[in-house]
Nanobody
């Protein structure tokens, strides 16, 4: 599966962005996630959505501000980011889970190329 992330950009604090992750093949039975990374830091889990029942999970840092949803017909996963903060600035990656818990990046086997998000104060 090849993943293509898009939708990043510059936004002022309090603003919104929607990231998209388009897959090259069907993702109906794949759990999907988003991570982010800033230089010098480890990749951080941001959101995930299961294929079976659409359950979503988020870390406390984005809970209530970010949502994740999927359109299996388009083989696309979205990350809606609202009330953005400067600390959300990072490169955002979408990924396909290969098994195991949804929080660990090591459980994801396919990765998109990343899309950069900059939130100014």
């Amino acid at each position: 599966v090849q993943l293509q992330a898009s939708g990043g950009g510059w936004v002022q604090a309090g603003g919104s962005l929607r990231l998209s992750c388009a897959a090259s093949s069907r993702i109906d039975t794949i759990n999907m996630g988003w991570f982010r990374q800033v230089p010098g830091k480890e990749r951080e889990f941001v959101a995930a959505i299961t294929w079976a029942n659409g359950r979503t999970v988020f870390p406390d840092s984005v809970k209530g501000r970010f949502t994740i949803f999927r359109d299996n017909a388009k083989a696309t996963v979205y990350l809606q980011m609202n009330s953005l903060k400067p600390e959300d600035t990072a490169v955002y990656y979408c990924a396909a889970n290969g098994g195991g818990n949804l929080y660990q990046s090591s459980n994801y086997i396919y990765w998109g190329q990343g899309t950069e998000v900059t939130v100014s104060s």
